[in-house]
């Protein structure tokens, strides 16, 4: 009996853990007591036992003129000693292997704990600075999810002993709320977008602001930003501003559409002739090179016709006197026109080969292949071969009513209006 009121009165504790499995400051005090219920709970024997599981850090706060702190990180199980507790050991000064006593408040901070706040801004107004006179309603909402990393800073920056949760989220709350509407309010003026379409720039917004969140979030609160997601940007479609901002951008919108269209079609002209163009001269420089060959051999067939007549006419006799001509092999004037002869046919046959074994080994121009472009926000893009196509209509990237150009064709059609895509879509069903 003597010894349980020495333990109601002292508070001396055999195991120091902690015991909640969702938290993320815990403060701990002795077992079988509720916090507060005794005078000296602060007061622990160095012969307790210390528990800090993986992902935690038990927080020693010991009482004096100034305060003094011992970070003891887990995994650590075993008992209170000098050696894990710099602090401890100038306290006590020399260390005692009984009862000796020490006073110290023990929190638990859990690292591996992530906490989630949903934020949620109403209207606020937004002004397109092309429509000054019309300030247009716009709410957004999110959620952020951070923990403890840097829990050193975090115990510096918090007071461990009077923490609050809901406190601390209220607070982060507030600066994530002020920093997008920030962002979001300057969106229109810093990265040209227009009111009416802000709703889908969730993406740039989100990267805008979120750098912007994770370095508050160190630099005010310690904490690590996990993730930062911008759920929703909507516009307040009820509010006289934006119907009104909707009708004098209705009539811009139409007129930017039809000179996109126009100077979209004007692009599309301008490649069609220059890949006719480029056509064009694939096959001139393809027929150059069969007509070279041609003449080179008719020079060559020519030649060689020469050479069989060189002997006709007395064109290889020799005149010996008395009105005889004699026929002779050695000719000189037959031998020097023969060898001129045919070192030209020589050539000539030579560069024939040559010519042919150039066009045989790759320098004969490919054959043009049919080439797809297709309009996606009312921009060309590709170029496309066919397999390509095939294969984004069957990842459901292009619709029957996707618009396509193919080479050779005069104007867009519909992709089921192409035969060779016609088989890809599913058959209209007529409802009679």
Avoid at 44 to 49: D, G
Avoid at 171 to 185: P, R
Avoid at 288 to 308: C, H, M, P
Avoid at 324 to 330: A, G, I, L, P, Q
């Amino acid at each position: 009996m003597g010894i349980f009121k020495k333990q109601h009165q002292g508070g001396f504790a055999d195991v120091i853990r902690c015991d909640s499995t969702d938290y993320l400051i815990w403060k701990w005090h002795p077992d079988k007591y509720e916090e507060g219920s005794l005078k000296r709970e602060t007061a622990i024997r160095t012969t307790s036992i210390l528990r800090v599981k993986p992902g935690e850090v038990a927080v020693f706060f010991y009482k004096g003129e100034k305060e003094l702190v011992d970070f003891i990180p887990g995994p650590y199980d075993g008992k209170i000693t000098t050696k894990n507790f710099p602090v401890l050991s100038s306290i006590i000064g020399m260390w005692y292997e009984g009862d000796t006593p020490f006073q110290a408040e023990v929190f638990f901070i859990n690292l591996s704990k992530s906490i989630q706040i949903k934020f949620g801004i109403p209207y606020f107004d937004v002004i397109d600075p092309r429509f000054t006179d019309y300030v247009v309603p716009v709410s957004v909402r999110g959620t952020m999810t951070f923990n403890i990393e840097d829990y050193k800073g975090f115990v510096s920056n918090h007071q461990l002993r009077t923490f609050d949760l809901e406190q601390l989220k209220e607070k982060i709350d507030s600066s994530v709320k002020h920093d997008v509407k920030e962002v979001i309010i300057n969106a229109p003026t810093e990265h040209n977008i227009s009111v009416m379409a802000i709703e889908g720039k969730i993406g740039l917004i989100n990267e805008k602001v979120e750098p912007i969140i994770i370095e508050k979030a160190k630099e005010l609160f310690n904490v690590n930003v996990v993730s930062f997601d911008i759920n929703t940007i909507e516009i307040d479609k009820e509010s006289t501003n934006y119907k009104e901002l909707a009708k004098v951008t209705k009539g811009i919108t139409a007129r930017k559409i039809e000179a996109e269209t126009v100077d979209f079609e004007e692009r599309l002209r301008i490649k069609r002739e220059e890949e006719q163009y480029a056509q064009h001269l694939s096959t001139e420089q393809a027929n150059l090179g069969a007509f070279q060959t041609e003449k080179q051999a008719e020079v060559g067939v020519a030649s060689a016709e020469a050479i069989g007549k060189m002997g006709e006419n007395g064109a290889g006799s020799i005149d010996l006197g008395g009105g005889e001509k004699h026929h002779s092999e050695f000719n000189p004037m037959t031998i020097m026109a023969g060898l001129a002869v045919g070192g030209a046919l020589a050539k000539n046959l030579s560069n024939t080969v040559n010519q042919s074994m150039n066009l045989s080994t790759g320098e004969i121009p490919p054959v043009p292949k049919v080439i797809y472009y297709l309009a996606v926000d009312n921009q060309p893009t590709g170029p496309f071969e066919k397999e390509g196509i095939i294969e984004m209509i069957a990842n459901n990237k292009i619709s029957k009513d996707s618009l396509i150009w193919k080479s050779g064709t005069p104007t867009w059609e519909k992709a089921n209006s192409f035969k060779e895509f016609e088989s890809l879509f599913p058959p209209e069903i007529n409802n009679k």
